[in-house]
């Protein structure tokens, strides 16, 4: 039946009739408020490219756990910003490590809360890389691998300074070799990682956390922290997956967050491939054959066509992150009068929610929650 007898139009002429029809709805328990928690007291310091998301120490993090939780919004995900770093990421599993302490302050104080917690490495590895950096070659230092790329007749002109030519083409050669060095001396170890995710995730439940969300992207992470946490005893703790998440350059504004960029290289290496859509359908099988309760697809905007995917495909429940860099760039156009703020901020994740997620992860949990309210 085609126009005139069909005329959508009719279905949209009032708010009520529009409200009536409406195929998604967004209300506040579909969001997860993620949150960054630091030592000291009273410490609430701003993150630069995220206008109104702050690292908070415990204290003040309970107080932001409560407010979450009066505006209906179900549940927080931890994230932590250690004192010390280390090559065995000590911060992430020690009982004193800084989630655990939010975890449990926060549970004494807003029981009702689901706390999520963020198994990572990155954020307490000096290098700020996901998992254990392994030397791919014999170790030799800089320097060495310099002196060997470069001839000793090279060398002794260098140094003496005497044939000018000669002496840029060694510096040149000793350049190359030390890049060289760089980018091939390193490998992200996957199996030796996983003992070390495992035991974080067992120290976080025992903290109080109730969902365990892996995000570092090691192969088998999710059956070694099922495992761990059976092992233990915590049957009863689900595993949330970061299934399919994307090496992408939306995640910046969160390095500065989490102070968790990587020192060398970068993380092409564990996250996937924006291209591939059927490789991120693999991974989420995987995880979900090693026990997985939920998935997670992130980012989200620039990836819904992999959580519409997800969705028809797979029958758990699905969550979507939208991320820093997705947050940042709503905030600085708003900031600009380019955009409306709040339209734009609903609109975001109204399409997230239609793409198929349940469950988001955002930055605008609070604010929308007041919009919804
Ligand atoms: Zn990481």
Not at 219 to 247: C, W
Request: some cysteine; aromatic content about 6%; glycine content about 6%.
């Amino acid at each position: 039946m085609a126009f005139p007898v069909t005329r959508l139009r009719r279905l949209r002429r009032t708010a009520e009739l529009r409200n009536l029809v409406t195929e998604t709805r967004l209300t506040p328990d579909a969001f997860v408020y993620p949150m960054f928690v630091c030592s000291g007291e009273g410490v609430r310091k701003a993150v630069r490219s995220m206008p109104g998301v702050f690292n908070l120490s415990v204290d003040e993090a309970v107080k932001e756990a409560q407010e979450v939780h009066s505006l209906g919004v179900p549940s927080v995900i931890l994230f932590g910003l250690p004192d010390k770093k280390d090559e065995v990421a000590t911060g992430a599993w020690a009982d004193d490590g800084i989630v655990q302490q939010a975890a449990r302050a926060i549970k004494r104080e807003v029981p009702g809360l689901i706390l999520m917690g963020d198994v990572c490495l990155c954020e307490y590895m000096s290098h700020g890389h996901c998992g254990i950096v392994k030397s791919t070659f014999t170790p030799k230092s800089l320097g060495a691998a310099v002196m060997d790329a470069v001839k000793p007749s090279q060398r002794v002109l260098a140094v003496k300074g005497k044939n000018r030519e000669e002496e840029d083409k060694a510096i040149k050669a000793a350049v190359s070799a030390a890049a060289h060095a760089v980018q091939t001396s390193f490998e992200i170890d996957n199996d030796s990682s996983l003992e070390l995710l495992a035991r974080t995730s067992v120290s976080l439940a025992k903290a109080g956390i109730d969902i365990i969300a892996p995000s570092d992207m090691m192969d088998g992470r999710v059956a070694a922290i099922r495992r761990a946490l059976d092992e233990a005893t915590l049957i009863n703790t689900p595993i949330l997956s970061y299934a399919a998440k994307f090496a992408s350059g939306y995640y910046g504004p969160f390095r500065e967050a989490a102070d968790s960029a990587p020192q060398f290289g970068d993380r092409r290496s564990y996250q996937m491939d924006g291209a591939n859509l059927r490789e991120a359908m693999r991974e989420i099988e995987a995880d979900i054959e090693e026990g997985a309760d939920m998935i997670m697809v992130k980012p989200a905007l620039p990836y819904l066509d992999v959580i519409a995917a997800a969705r028809s495909r797979f029958d758990l429940p699905l969550a979507a992150y939208q991320v820093s860099g997705e947050y940042a760039m709503i905030e600085a156009a708003a900031q600009n009068g380019w955009i409306e703020r709040d339209r734009v901020m609903m609109e975001s994740l109204l399409s997230i929610r239609r793409a198929g997620a349940s469950i988001i992860l955002t930055y605008y949990a609070k604010d929308a929650a007041r919009l919804l309210a």
